[in-house]
């Protein structure tokens, strides 16, 4: 199947660009271009695109604000778009915010073409993009200086005494396979505990988990 994509930035060479490369790609086709969030969000629900792919940084409505309301849509919608979030530096101030929001990922702009369809699949796959050592270290550099919003810690206390520690562990920057070594047990059992963990906790992806659990206090920056 043909994934679809909508990219919001408020450069025009920027939106041509990504375009272009993602137009080449099998499997792959621009379906829409919006020049900031408010217009993102309303050519989303028109166009229903797999993938946003969303400047942080834009006039008007920024990405994140964009990215949150994508991810509340009205009573009237089901709709619920994957979003890849695109930043000038690896360490955006705005990217921990952005992942709050309910952003999958983010992408350099400066990405190759090839990095650019790579994102593009695994964000629509329903994965996370970034692996989980990069994640833990995003999350935990950015958290020290953000201060956490309130958690509904009875959603911490539905996890079992295991999922809790597997979750840890996930923060922690643990691959499944690195988790099945520290724990002892099967690396698909790994697997199981993480999709429990994220149909309890009401999570999209393993980026999420590692969100849940510094804001939570599961996991503390430096520890």
Known sequence: MT???LIADD?????AGFAAVLDAQDGI??????????????????????????????PGMNGIDATSALQTPPRSSDYVPRVLMLTTFDIDEYVHAALRAGASGFLL???????????VRV??????????SVTRRLIEEVAQQAPAPAVDEHLLASLTAR?????ELVARGR?????????????????????????????????HAVV???????VRPGT
């Open 212 to 218: 849940f659990a510094y804001d939570t206090g599961l």
């Open 3 to 5: 994934i679809t994509v």
């Open 29 to 58: 086709s621009v379906v829409g271009q919006a020049a900031d969030g408010a217009e993102a969000v309303r050519l989303a629900h028109e166009l229903r695109p797999d993938v946003v792919v969303m400047d942080v940084r834009m």
């Open 175 to 207: 691959s499944n396979q690195e988790i099945a070594a520290e724990l002892f047990i099967a690396e698909q059992t790994v697997k199981t505990h993480v999709s429990k963990i994220l149909q309890k906790l009401g999570l999209r992806d393993r980026v």
């Open 123 to 132: 964000i629509a796959a329903g994965e996370a993009l970034l692996a989980p």
């Open 11 to 15: 450069q025009a060479m920027v939106r």
């Open 109 to 119: 702009k400066d990405a190759l073409p090839d990095e650019v369809a790579r994102a």
């Open 163 to 167: 999922e809790r520690e597997v979750l």
